[in-house]
């Protein structure tokens, strides 16, 4: 949970990082290229290449074009459609995404991960309950295509690890993620980018550098490792924390117009939920998967 929630901490100012100082502002496409590219900077020295099967780095390279690349695609355009208190209301349903996932790919259904789910997304989504504007079906619609690519990167990445015969040293070859995802943004800046919209000030470029060196960078590897040690309804949980956390940094910083009445409920909903998946859930589904398999 350590790896997870130092990803939470970094990640609680993007949402209004960019929906404040980039959006609108400086060209999603290169705002995408520059995070990925910075973040595959940090891990090229650290990449082995020697030894390490051809497949799993094909592997990785799918994984972070999916879960990097394409979410950043559909998750910078969702801020030209809604607001940050918006865009943070529709990533509520990433839980539920990761849980099916997981267990699709494990070919077994587990009631009790996606119960803890529920619970998560039902906390979040009761803090973030607020009215919409115009583009909500659209700015719906797209970030439900960040959430799935989010959701599927890293429960793709839980997967690969797990499934390997060979220890890793994850950080070793976690520029493999990195590149796969640089790969998708070059294209879309190629076919999309507008160099009309280069950032213009020295905020906007040390917005991009902390999103890409630290969020991007350190965010994605802690979150990733992290995904490799916790279970699925955990792992389903901690995506929710993020709406809290980006919410507090909201009223901090920014004095947004939060009901804190909401934000302490849903809040104590999410860590119910926490709570509930480690002290009765993995044992319930433990013992479960173990009398499946006798």
């Given at each position: 949970m350590a790896y997870l929630t130092a990803a939470t901490l970094l990640w609680a100012f993007s949402f209004s990082l960019i929906g404040v100082y980039l959006a609108g502002q400086v060209d999603s496409w290169f705002s995408?290229?520059?995070?990925?590219?910075?973040?595959?900077?940090?891990?090229?020295?650290f990449l082995k290449f020697k030894g390490v099967d051809k497949r799993l780095i094909a592997k990785l390279m799918a994984?972070?074009?999916t879960q990097l690349g394409l979410m950043y695609c559909f998750y910078y355009q969702s801020f030209l459609l809604l607001s940050?208190?918006?865009?943070?209301?529709?990533t509520v349903f990433t839980p539920i995404y990761v849980t099916l996932i997981y267990d699709l790919l494990k070919g077994r259904f587990s009631p009790w991960y996606l119960l803890t789910a529920i619970i998560a997304v039902t906390g979040a989504a009761l803090i973030k309950f607020s009215g919409i504007n115009e583009n909500f079906?659209?700015?719906?619609?797209?970030v439900q295509g960040a959430n799935l690519c989010f959701a599927m990167g890293q429960v793709g990445y839980k997967y690969i690890i797990e499934d390997q015969s060979v220890n890793l040293s994850q950080h070793t070859v976690f520029g493999y993620f990195y590149l796969g995802a640089l790969c998708v943004a070059l294209v879309a800046f190629s076919l999309l980018g507008n160099i009309e919209k280069m950032p213009t000030t020295s905020t906007q470029w040390g917005v991009l550098i902390y999103l890409g060196i630290t969020a991007s960078g350190i965010g994605y590897f802690a979150w990733n490792k992290g995904a490799t040690i916790v279970n699925a309804g955990a792992l389903a949980a901690m995506n929710n924390a993020l709406v809290p956390a980006g919410l507090i940094v909201n009223i901090v910083i920014w004095n947004r117009d939060v009901d804190l009445t909401r934000l302490a409920i849903g809040g104590a909903i999410i860590m119910l939920s926490l709570w509930f998946n480690e002290t009765w859930v993995k044992r319930k589904v433990a013992l479960s998967y173990q009398t499946q398999n006798q």
């Open positions: 995408v290229l520059m995070r990925v590219a910075l973040a595959s900077v940090m891990f090229i020295p994984v972070g074009g940050v208190p918006e865009v943070l209301l529709f079906l659209i700015g719906f619609l797209v």
